[in-house]
């Protein structure tokens, strides 16, 4: 199973930008997705999460800013984020609850997200 995200770059403050994420392999299915993220020295945080459902969750500094959502026919979770701040800057990394026998949580390789005030 491989979690490919794109979409990171560099964008000026109140800017917008998108990140996708898609599951690739062999698996019997995906359950809950999501999007954290990793600052320079700190610790790595939830930013949103999203049921099979679609039932989502966000971090309280970015609610109202970020949507995510997901494509189960390409097992694809995005985040649109916009009115972007210059401490949105981060690592961000996308997360996936697959199944194969079990569920297991996988992780996308990450890709950085620099605003720029």
């Known amino acids: 199973v491989q979690l490919q995200a794109s979409g990171g770059g560099l964008v000026q403050a109140g800017g917008s930008m998108r990140l996708s994420c898609a599951a690739s392999?062999?698996?019997?299915?995906?359950?809950?997705l999501g999007w954290y993220r990793q600052a320079p020295g700190k610790q790595r945080e939830s930013v949103a999460t999203?049921?099979?459902?679609?039932?989502?969750n966000y971090a309280d500094s970015v609610k109202g800013r970020f949507t995510i959502s997901r494509d189960n026919a390409k097992n694809t979770v995005y985040l649109q984020m916009n009115s972007l701040k210059p401490e949105d800057t981060a690592v961000y990394f996308c997360?996936?609850?697959?199944?194969?026998?079990?569920?297991?949580?996988?992780w996308g390789q990450g890709t950085l997200v620099t605003v720029s005030s």
């Open positions: 997360s996936a609850d697959i199944r194969i026998g079990v569920y297991a949580r996988y």
């Open positions: 392999g062999r698996f019997a299915s995906i359950a809950a």
């Open positions: 999203i049921t099979t459902g679609g039932s989502t």
